[in-house]
Nanobody, 123 residues
Framework: QVQLVESGGGLVQAGGSLRLSCAASEGGYTMGWFRQTPGKEREFVAAIRWSGGSTYYANSVKGRFTISRDNAKRTVFLQMNSLKAEDTAVYYC???????????????????WGQGMQVTVSS
């Protein structure tokens, strides 16, 4: 059982920045960030491969958010810049072992999840 511990959420004004972190108890996983608002399905935000570090983004965050990782610390980061009110959501970190390219954006394909943390962007 892989444990994921998230940190860095909070309240920020529109146009501001936040950096989310997710520390994993084990390495070797593709890591993803998802977000969810009340009444909606969990939405893909970004993902990064363990090996090679290839990154993938939702169109809605491309150019504003950057996903990165420190494999030595088994930690993944999500740098969020130019935040908008519509970025407000609960953000989740996820880990998956056997994710092919077409499945990276599907929450159901990930094996482990963090507890989630609120990110609120005030307009």
């Amino acid at each position: 059982q892989v444990q994921l511990v998230e940190s860095g959420g909070g309240l920020v004004q529109a146009g501001g920045s936040l950096r989310l972190s997710c520390a994993a108890s084990e390495g070797g996983y593709t890591m993803g960030w998802f977000r969810q608002t009340p009444g909606k399905e969990r939405e893909f935000v970004a993902a990064i491969r363990w090996s090679g570090g290839s990154t993938y983004y939702a169109n809605s965050v491309k150019g504003r958010f950057t996903i990165s990782r420190d494999n030595a610390k088994r930690t993944v980061f999500l740098q969020m810049n130019s935040l908008k009110a519509e970025d407000t959501a609960v953000y989740y970190c996820a880990a998956g072992k056997r994710l092919i390219l077409s499945s990276l954006r599907w929450a159901s394909e990930y094996d482990y999840w963090g507890q989630g943390m609120q990110v609120t962007v005030s307009s």
